[in-house]
């Protein structure tokens, strides 16, 4: 296997073994909660065991890319593992979040969200742009000429995303957004919103685990796709460090995130990027 399959394999039994951990301790989550855990362990091993099983009946480059297609789908289970961690969050710390918000950033901090204007539009754009983002990265690789490097763009991408999401459970908090967890927005609010904004919302309501990752695994994600792509295209590289620091952007100002949820993140990629350097394939 590559070194991306053992890394998703072992994140995910990780998390299967901690979920079932936290009986031992004095917040232990709900059994229901530890089984979807396992469960989303088991489909992570099932599935790299079944594409395995079908490599002899691939060329390697098929298999190759068959290979990075499971990886793009099997990204997010360790998302999703940490979300049932969730329980409540912890006052404390989102008080500290949120006081450095107001230190670091208060005329931010005092908003819910963007603006309806263009700025604001373009930074929910910005920040929408992290879904589809490992994808176009992964293309980005292929067209750049660099599919001999891909483990080594996994390398980073994966341990920097991972370690956000092994992180998060320690930093149990809403998002800044709706300090009270994530309400239905408003009549009058949604009339307020750019159209960016509302499907943003619409994607978070139905498709998050409505608590901040910590580091903001988004912006860990995208800064670890730009490190490494500067380290073999200068170019390319640039168009992508661009997207992250847009994404930041739109993480703080659309109060998706923290700002030290963000600052962490990017630095999460960096350490691991340099972390990971010796064991880059050479330009």
């Not at 500067?230 to 170019?235: A, E, V």
Request: net charge positive.
């Amino acid at each position: 296997m590559r070194i991306s399959e053992w890394i998703q394999i072992g994140c995910a039994i990780a998390f299967a073994a901690a979920a079932w951990g936290t009986g031992l301790t004095s917040r232990p989550i709900p059994m229901r909660r530890r089984w979807i855990v396992t469960a989303l362990a088991a489909f992570a091993v099932i599935a790299v065991a079944i594409v395995h099983l079908c490599a002899p009946f691939l060329s390697r480059d098929s298999f190759l890319v068959f290979l990075d297609l499971l990886t793009i789908a099997l990204f997010l289970i360790p998302y999703w593992q940490t979300g049932q961690f969730f329980l409540a969050p912890n006052p404390r710390i989102q008080s500290r979040l949120e006081a450095f918000d107001r230190w670091l950033l208060p005329g931010v901090s005092s908003h819910s969200g963007t603006e309806r204007n263009p700025i604001g539009f373009m930074l929910e754009m910005a920040y929408l742009s992290c879904y589809p983002l490992v994808p176009l990265a992964l293309l980005a690789v292929y067209v750049a000429g660099l599919r001999d490097k891909v483990d080594g763009f996994w390398l980073v991408l994966l341990v920097s995303t991972y370690l956000c999401y092994a992180i998060t459970p320690f930093v149990p908090a809403f998002p800044p957004r709706s300090p009270s967890g994530e309400p239905p927005m408003s009549a009058e609010r949604s009339r307020e919103a750019n159209r960016g904004r509302l499907f943003n919302r619409w994607i978070l309501k139905h498709g998050s685990i409505h608590a901040i990752s910590f580091p903001s695994a988004h912006v860990a994600s995208a800064f670890a796709i730009a490190f490494f792509l500067l380290h073999y295209s200068f170019w390319i590289g640039t168009v992508f460090l661009v997207i992250a620091i847009l994404i930041s952007l739109g993480a703080v100002i659309g109060r998706y995130h923290y700002a030290l949820d963000v600052l962490m993140g990017a630095v999460t990629a960096f350490l691991v990027f340099l972390a990971s350097y010796r064991y880059l394939p050479p330009l």
